[in-house]
């Protein structure tokens, strides 16, 4: 398993606008789909690492923390 998500891809005129289903908030669009879906990489990388800040910055500070890989 690896950091794979799933892109759920629509065009709208010349539009192709996307959105990630694991990923609430996580969006992206462009002229073409490949552009849009680099746009919802970007947008996943943000999100996630948005939370991964606002989650750290709300522990108390006698916990321990350890890395977990997943993939």
């Known amino acids: 398993m690896r950091n794979e998500f799933t892109a759920i ?3 709208d005129g010349p539009w ?5 289903a694991e990923v609430p ?13 680099a746009n919802l990489k970007e947008a996943i990388a943000l999100v996630l690492e948005h939370k ?3 989650s750290l910055r709300s522990m108390p500070t006698d916990v321990k ?7």
């Open 9 to 11: 891809v629509e065009q």
């Open 16 to 20: 192709f606008i996307a959105y990630c």
């Open 65 to 71: 923390q350890e890395l977990v890989v997943v993939g």
């Open 52 to 54: 991964r800040e606002d």
């Open 25 to 37: 908030g996580a969006n992206g669009q462009g002229r073409t789909r490949e552009e849009c879906l």
